[in-house]
């Protein structure tokens, strides 16, 4: 934070008006003190700035010209730096987002808020949000547990490096938002589900009774875009509605506060799913090895190995509604078939959290396997499924499920190292089937991918 504050400081000396901050104009370059900006190395590009500096520092009397080309740069530097600190109060034991609820917002150079952060204004609510900010959110696969995580049941639950990217970026008033995603636009306040999941995600900021962010009405343009498959069951919507959401928190707050974006999330994921777990969006948020449950969230695992899977395309997408709508009506026609096979996952789920935390990778692959079974049962598996599964332990897997809603998507492969890869990715070859081989987070997602400027 004394970093953010001293590059902030240096730009109100370079740029601010006189007679807000009080600070002489081009004080610091007039003494011929060097600043983050002026003290970096020139770039090609840059060139003709670098070389009118020079010829003003430490020459008091000179023209200005660095006002001539703007130095947007320290801003960006500034910003970066605020919100590193921010991350870091963030995790902190000390409650500091409460202590200092104006000091989240990181500095803003754009939008008519150039410079204008003089003393005091750091707390000012009403100082305009930055005017870009690009978020990212991951996949996952579901270990264990998919399906009974819906009513009550824990699941298992980790990270990919697949995921979902946003940009959000303010309009001016008078338009309408607007996200434009796998080459189509939709308007906030339209009939469609995609439309309808982003107006609930821009109304879900707040809580009820809590605050509005200064902006929250205000319209703004995502562009969004997923590297996963939609009905892949690697978490593609919810990675797509965690990474909206955090980045129209950051536009909205200078912050991604990770309660709001999950409510935001969840409300885009309740168009879609109708009624999530909130396992998806979880992993979409926090990434890592963790179990999962309706009442008590998340709870980080810390696998003993590396957990080594291969993941197996079926070709089929599959409505994760549809899917657990599918087992709600079984629960209502044989709730007692329904209960004893969430009783069934209950047990395996416990028992797999041991074998990861062991590093039993050879029990963990048997209890997939018997999750897999159950599964079956509960009618959401499908001859694909069922072949991927046969021929990944064929080739030496250690056991194999499908992940996610099932009726399609994907499968996973659970391998006793990275070198057993090969042989499952050739067997499903030999099917008909593609697969690859994701990174597994170890541990939860590191803060960093986000940006507003
Ligand atoms: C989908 O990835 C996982 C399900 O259990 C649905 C959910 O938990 O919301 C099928």
Same mark, same amino acid.
């Given at each position: 934070m004394g970093v953010a504050f001293q590059l902030r400081d240096d730009l109100l000396g370079a740029f601010a008006d006189r007679a807000?901050?009080?600070?002489? +104009?081009?004080?610091?370059?007039?003494?011929?003190?060097?600043?983050?900006?002026?003290?970096?190395?020139?770039?090609?590009?840059s060139t003709r700035p670098v070389a009118?500096?020079?010829?003003?520092?430490?020459?008091?009397?000179?023209? &200005?010209?660095?006002?001539?080309? *703007?130095? !947007?740069?320290?801003?960006?530097?500034?910003?970066?730096?605020?919100?590193?600190?921010? /991350?870091? $109060?963030?995790? &902190? !034991?000390?409650?500091?987002?409460?202590?200092?609820?104006?000091?989240?917002?990181? !500095?803003?150079?754009?939008?008519?808020?150039? $410079?204008?952060? *003089?003393?005091?204004?750091?707390?000012?609510?009403?100082?305009?949000?930055?005017?870009?900010?690009?978020?990212?959110?991951? *996949?996952?696969?579901?270990? @264990?547990? +998919?399906? &009974?995580v819906v009513h009550g049941v824990p699941a298992i639950a980790a990270g990919i490096d697949l995921g979902a990217t946003a940009r959000a970026r303010a309009l001016a008033?008078? %338009?309408?938002?607007? @996200?434009?995603?796998?080459?189509?636009?939709?308007?906030?306040?339209?009939? %469609?589900?995609?439309? /309808?999941?982003?107006?609930? @995600?821009?109304?879900?900021?707040?809580?009820?009774?809590?605050?509005?962010?200064?902006?929250?009405?205000?319209?703004? +343009?995502?562009?969004?875009?997923?590297?996963?498959?939609?009905?892949?069951? #690697?978490g593609s919507s919810a990675a797509l509605g965690v990474s909206i959401a955090k980045a129209v928190e950051l536009l909205r707050t200078g912050v991604a506060d990770p309660d709001r974006a999950l409510r935001r999330a969840r409300a885009w994921e309740e168009v879609f799913h109708g009624t999530p777990s909130g396992i998806d969006s979880a992993a979409a948020l926090h990434g890592g090895c963790f179990r999962f449950s309706r009442e008590h969230g998340v709870h980080p695992i810390t696998p003993a190995r590396t957990l080594w899977l291969c993941v197996g395309w079926t070709g089929a997408g599959a409505s994760t509604k549809a899917m657990v709508d599918s087992v709600a009506h079984l629960a209502a026609r044989k709730p007692e078939l329904v209960s004893r096979a969430m009783d069934g996952? /209950?047990? @395996?789920?416990?028992?797999? +959290? #041991? $074998?990861? %935390?062991?590093?039993? #990778?050879?029990? #963990?692959?048997?209890?997939?396997?018997?999750?897999?079974m159950i599964l079956a049962g509960l009618m959401v598996s499908t001859e694909g499924i069922e072949t991927l599964c046969a021929a990944a332990r064929g080739a030496g897997a250690l056991g194999a499920k499908l992940t996610g809603a099932g009726g399609g998507g994907s499968v996973i492969a659970l391998l006793s190292g990275d070198d057993a890869a090969p042989p499952v990715?050739?067997?499903?070859?030999?099917?008909?089937?593609?697969?690859?081989?994701?990174?597994?987070? /170890?541990?939860?997602?590191?803060?960093?991918? %986000?940006?507003?400027?």
């Open positions: 807000q901050t009080g600070k002489p +104009e081009g004080g610091d370059f007039a003494a011929g003190k060097r600043m983050r900006r002026s003290s970096s190395r020139p770039r090609a590009d009118a500096l020079a010829r003003v520092l430490g020459k008091p009397a000179g023209p &200005a010209p660095w006002r001539r080309r *703007g130095w !947007p740069s320290s801003a960006a530097v500034s910003a970066l730096r605020w919100s590193d600190a921010w /991350r870091a $109060c963030a995790s &902190a !034991p000390s409650p500091w987002p409460q202590r200092f609820p104006g000091a989240a917002r990181a !500095p803003s150079w754009r939008r008519g808020a150039r $410079c204008a952060w *003089g003393r005091g204004a750091m707390s000012d609510p009403a100082r305009a949000p930055d005017s870009v900010a690009t978020a990212r959110a991951g *996949g996952k696969v579901i270990l @264990l547990g +998919e399906h &009974a008033s008078g %338009e309408a938002s607007v @996200l434009q995603l796998g080459g189509r636009s939709w308007r906030a306040g339209g009939a %469609e589900d995609t439309a /309808r999941a982003f107006t609930a @995600l821009l109304a879900a900021g707040a809580m009820a009774g809590e605050r509005a962010a200064p902006d929250d009405e205000a319209a703004v +343009e995502v562009v969004a875009h997923s590297d996963m498959p939609a009905g892949g069951g #690697l996952i /209950r047990a @395996l789920v416990q028992n797999a +959290e #041991l $074998c990861i %935390e062991s590093g039993d #990778l050879s029990a #963990l692959g048997k209890l997939m396997d018997m999750n897999q990715l050739d067997a499903w070859k030999a099917a008909g089937f593609a697969g690859f081989v994701p990174s597994i987070d /170890r541990g939860p997602r590191p803060a960093g991918q %986000e940006r507003a400027r």
